[in-house]
């Protein structure tokens, strides 16, 4: 139960890092109301969402950063900052938090179906589970956090070029479930001083490798 609060909390502070961040690159802020209101200074860009869903040029989903359909709802109308004056580094910035955010609530049912396949296992030996509050809290936990993956999955490929946010989260995703099963399950123990280093060798592989094809996305520009 900590380590899942703790994984939720660390979600909510990568979320509110990406919105700070993108809020920064547009004209609108949140009232104290929790709606957004306008700045002083030049409009921001809007985009109307097209029967697929994306917008920017010819209503393509893989072209601009628009505000996260849950800040600034569905819709025409939609504000959204001017994804090709963002500096790349931020552009790169944007794109981590937001997978961070999704996979540290995302990868709970990597872990939950770990262990809804033991109460499987408990049930088909004899232990009926059925009724356990545990085994009701697990499963609960497993349905809301896959749905929550593929929710933010779903909208980052509105909200970002494919072939930028794809990788990134396809990242995060396998980064963390390899550490939320080694500390969760305390694999890493029986890690010895060779094993850590290949470990996290092939970890930093990864990122960098995701981090290569984002920042050549970012110097890109413009997909669409």
Request: proline content about 4%; glycine content about 12%; charged content about 15%.
């Amino acid at each position: 139960m900590l380590y899942l609060l703790s994984s939720l909390l660390a979600g909510v502070g990568a979320h509110l890092a990406y919105r700070k961040l993108l809020l920064k690159h547009t004209s609108w802020s949140y009232s104290p109301y929790g709606d957004l209101e306008m700045q002083s200074g030049d409009p921001p860009r809007t985009v109307a969402t097209g029967p697929n869903g994306g917008g920017g040029k010819g209503g393509d989903a893989g072209t601009g950063a628009a505000l996260d359909s849950a800040d600034a709802g569905e819709g025409e109308g939609l504000p959204q900052p001017d994804f090709d004056r963002i500096p790349a580094v931020e552009r790169m910035l944007l794109v981590f938090l937001y997978s961070v955010a999704s996979a540290l609530v995302g990868t709970q049912s990597v872990l939950m179906a770990k262990c809804t396949s033991q109460i499987m296992r408990l049930q088909f030996s004899g232990e009926s589970q059925w009724g356990s509050p545990f085994a009701m809290y697990i499963i609960l936990v497993f349905a809301l956090s896959a749905g929550f993956w593929m929710t933010r999955l779903n909208r980052g490929l509105r909200l970002f070029p494919s072939t930028f946010i794809v990788p990134m989260m396809q990242a995060m995703w396998t980064v963390l479930s390899i550490l939320n099963g080694g500390i969760f399950f305390k694999e890493f123990e029986n890690f010895d001083s060779q094993r850590t280093v290949v470990f996290f060798g092939g970890v930093l592989v990864v990122l960098l490798s995701v981090l290569s094809l984002a920042s050549g996305q970012a110097d890109g520009g413009d997909t669409g």
